[in-house]
């Protein structure tokens, strides 16, 4: 009964409940939107990092990974170190440059190059920088894996050979090496925008071709650590024992991450208050007026009988059902906004294909149900209590005499 | 006093910007001027708050992290100025410190020998710039000429993203406020039945009804906008002040410019009028006794 009157009462002014419930909507989009925002950024940020298992990241001094052109020197003793801790079960080392792919002049001579790539030398069975999506790893010599975007701006593809150089000097114009590489894999990259053309070599072969810049030198050194080790532990005695380094953990690297994207995390708190606290007036407005309205109805009810709570819960109700169905609107909204927003926001300059700011998880989901319902909850606490304690005596008169 | 200040990031551009970059080039000329045993930097305010140095005291700077201050790459400076971070969006986020150096003392801290990263040229016109961009593309070994413009347009992709994402944000609350209004001008018109009645019984015609509940709409989006618009203000003045202290900028992060409460203002006093004129249109046809539920 309870159920039929609340349902009475909203379909009896559909218009209002129409809009109550589509402001409630577009405010329960917003709101699973910011708590998306909130979340997301984190959660996507650690899986990218986490991707193959890596716990530790060794930069240049006071950098983040490949976030200058620095690079480390004496990378063997370095790697020496890093591999004499025995908690420590994979070690992959990195060295970042820039890749030209050299392209023929119509005369049959050399033209500048055709197009440049970032290139990563790697060590294959250790990489954790990009899954092989066909042909096989660039294990040894003048191979290399490419991304598409790779492909594309060389218009090679898997099997061909391609003039590549590396070590570029302006003044003089002139490679410190180059090579015929045979591309022999295509790979997703993990940690690289996706319109970026990428190639991985042997990191030997880049070292080589970088000249005096790349001998014995890396950009980045990632580290596994076996399960069970402390890894924050782990981070401090190689911090302590390399200091040349910045030693970075997941855990580091989210907390400096977070403080560079803080400003995105603090809008969402405060647009998902706003959304929510919009909803709250909206819902309590509506059931207040609504109850104005029927102030002599409520008061015949209370003089036949219908106990107090009997109309607390109905009003309660009202106001539920106004939050509820605006949210399960809302919510739908809010996944189709929250595409467009990560569409936006990907194209951020470097970011990594993989990194979303908009993260689903159905936790989000119910979080934001349950924010909606409860303040749905709470916008019928004030009309009801004012409904459950009219003088009902003075209102039926005061009905009646208008 | 003179103190390691540890991994000194040494600034990106060789003398590119004017400062003590640039006027060290006159300086340290042959025969010009001698240069001083210690030499003096600037150093950014984040640095000074940090480090809690002040005008005049001795520094170490270290071109390569580790190193101890008997190193080749070691400088030891006086702080003679403090120099304030311009209001650029590109750098709000980056939480490196500055110091400002002369061209040639920078070039041996970091090792650059006798190399710039990039030269500023001043030029008299746009025809002028066409020309010397042309020329030096043409003909330079080594390097590539770029309009400031096309590097500012580079550099601030970041900040065009985040101004869509803003502005799509902006647009959904829009719609909500613009719910919500039209949800309470519609109850606030609704509310009015009995007042319309007795009205409609005096004698009143309907367009003077609807008139008057317009104006009254109209009345009430003007004071709320004008209210909101106060209100507005009063938060864009505290993010600024927040966000300004977070990320030590002079930047503004949010700004009431008259476009912005125009539209503000229009959109509400539109909607006003149209949930009023909607709500008092539908009233003013129903019959008196009907509105006093009769």
């Known amino acids: 009964m309870r159920l039929a009157l609340a349902a009475a009462t909203l379909l009896r002014h559909r218009t209002r409940t129409l809009l109550a419930v589509l402001g409630v909507a577009v405010s329960a989009a917003l709101l699973l939107d910011m708590v998306m925002l909130a979340g997301g950024m984190r959660e996507s940020f650690r899986d990218l990092l986490l991707v193959r298992g890596y716990q530790l990241r060794l930069s240049p001094k006071g950098t983040l990974p490949f976030d200058s052109d620095a690079t480390m020197e004496r990378a063997a003793a370095l790697l020496a170190a890093v591999r004499a801790d025995p908690r420590i079960v994979a070690v992959s080392p990195i060295l970042g440059g820039q890749l030209h792919v050299l392209g023929a002049a119509p005369d049959g001579g050399e033209s500048g190059p055709a197009a440049t790539a970032f290139a990563m030398g790697l060590d294959a069975r250790v990489q954790g920088d990009y899954e092989l999506v066909r042909g096989r790893h660039a294990v040894a010599g003048a191979e290399l894996v490419a991304s598409p ?17 590396a070590g570029f000097d302006p003044q003089l114009r002139q490679y410190a090496g180059r090579c015929r590489a045979v591309v022999v894999g295509e790979g997703r990259f993990f940690y690289t925008p996706g319109e970026q053309p990428v190639a991985a070599l042997p990191l030997a072969t880049l070292q080589a071709m970088r000249g005096e810049e790349g001998r014995d030198r890396l950009s980045l050194v ?17 911090q302590r024992r390399v200091p040349r380094v910045s030693a970075i953990s997941t855990a580091t690297a989210l907390a400096q991450v977070e403080q560079r994207l803080s400003y995105f995390r603090q809008l969402a708190f405060i647009l998902g208050a706003i959304s929510l606290a919009i909803g709250f007036l909206l819902v309590t407005t509506l059931v207040t007026v609504s109850v104005n309205e029927r102030v002599g109805e409520i008061a015949v009810l209370r003089a036949i009988g219908v106990s107090r709570a009997h109309v607390v819960q109905q009003i309660v109700l009202e106001g539920s059902a106004l939050s509820l169905a605006g949210a399960a609107l809302g919510l739908a909204l809010g996944l189709v906004t929250a595409r467009y927003l990560n569409a936006i926001l990907g194209d951020f300059p470097g970011l990594p294909a ?20 409860l303040s749905g909850v709470l916008a019928g606490v004030y009309p009801s209590w004012r409904a459950a304690s009219l003088p009902i005596a003075t209102t039926l008169r005061e009905e009646a005499v208008g | 006093m003179a103190r390691v200040l540890g991994a000194l990031a040494v600034a990106p551009v060789l003398g590119g910007a004017p400062g003590p970059g640039a006027a060290s080039v006159a300086e340290a000329q042959p025969g010009v001027r001698p240069i001083p045993a210690v030499r003096g930097v600037a150093v950014d305010e984040r640095l000074r708050d940090d480090l809690g140095v002040c005008l005049g005291d001795r520094v170490v700077l270290l071109g390569r992290p580790g190193d101890g ?36 003392q920078l070039q041996r801290l970091a090792a650059y020998d006798n190399r710039v990263d990039r030269f500023a040229v001043a030029t008299r016109d746009s025809a002028a710039t066409e020309r010397v961009l042309g020329a030096v593309n043409e ?32 647009v959904i609350t829009v719609v909500a406020s613009a719910v919500f209004l039209l949800c309470i001008l519609l109850l606030k018109v609704d509310e009015r039945r009995r007042d319309v009645a007795a009205l409609r019984l005096m004698g009143i015609s309907r367009r003077t009804v609807v008139g008057a509940l317009v104006l009254e709409a109209s009345l009430v989006s003007l004071l709320g906008s004008a209210l909101g618009l106060g209100v507005g203000w009063a938060v864009t003045q505290g993010i600024n002040w927040y966000y300004q202290g977070v990320y030590r900028t002079p930047l503004l992060f949010a700004l009431v410019t008259p476009g912005v409460a125009l539209f503000a203002v229009t959109l509400s006093l539109a909607l006003g009028v149209g949930a009023g004129f909607l709500a008092a249109r539908r009233m003013a046809r129903t019959a008196p006794l009907a509105l006093f539920g009769r």
């Not at chain 2, 080594?142 to 902006?170: E, K, M, P, W, Y």
Request: net charge positive; proline share 2%; hydrophobic share 50%.
């Open chain 2, 69 to 104: 201050r008997d190193s080749a790459l070691a400088d030891t400076v006086r702080i003679d100025a403090f120099v304030r971070r311009g209001a650029d969006p590109s750098e709000v986020a980056r939480a490196e410190y500055r110091v400002r150096l002369h061209l040639d």
């Open chain 1, 149 to 165: 975007a790779f492909l594309r701006a060389t218009g090679a593809g898997v099997g061909d050979t391609l003039d590549v150089a």
């Open chain 1, 354 to 373: 993989a990194f979303a700011f908009f993260v689903f998880r159905p936790i989000d989901a119910w979080r934001a149900l349950g924010l909606l319902v």
């Open chain 2, 139 to 170: 003909a330079a070994f080594g390097f590539r000429a770029h309009r400031s413009r096309d590097v500012a347009v580079r550099t601030s992709r970041t900040f065009q993203v985040v101004q869509r994402f803003h502005r799509a944000i902006g």
């Open chain 1, 222 to 238: 990632m580290a596994r650590v076996a399960d069970g080790a402390d890894v924050e532990q782990v981070r401090a005695e190689l």
